[in-house]
Nanobody
Framework: QLQLVESGGGLVQPGGSLTLSCAASGFAFEDYAVGWIRQAPGKEREGVSS????????NYAGFVKGRFTISRDNAKKIVSLQMNNLTPEDTAVYYC?????????????????WGQGTQVTVSS
């Protein structure tokens, strides 16, 4: 069964950290780039970060500003997003997704398999 399952979301205070994880199953994980996309209430989806199939290439949205780190473990079929120095503007549902290709992507339309999402709320 083709599936991506996110975990690790929750409530965190401004300046805090969270690590999101996404477990893949049902496909050859090592053959695809994967990434994280978020959607805040009333806003469009926006790409956060993606990583190539090998893990050697990554990209980040400008708003990340060095605060987030994406990584993957192909043996365990997991992709993670370490988020530091979170702000209320980071509040959103975060989705893990599989890209249509092996290389990093920017546009959310370049993903063809999505997880159910995990809520991240940054508030004092």
């Amino acid at each position: 069964q083709l599936q991506l399952v996110e975990s690790g979301g929750g409530l965190v205070q401004p300046g805090g950290s969270l690590t999101l994880s996404c477990a893949a199953s049902g496909f050859a994980f090592e053959d695809y780039a994967v990434g994280w996309i978020r959607q805040a209430p009333g806003k469009e989806r926006e790409g956060v970060s993606s990583i190539s199939n090998s893990g050697l290439s990554t990209n980040y949205a400008g708003f990340v500003k060095g605060r987030f780190t994406i990584s993957r473990d192909n043996a365990k079929k997991i992709v993670s997003l370490q988020m530091n120095n979170l702000t209320p503007e980071d509040t959103a549902v975060y989705y893990c997704a599989r890209a249509k290709a092996k290389t990093v992507v920017v546009d959310p339309d370049e993903y063809d398999l999505w997880g159910q999402g995990t809520q991240v709320t940054v508030s004092s």
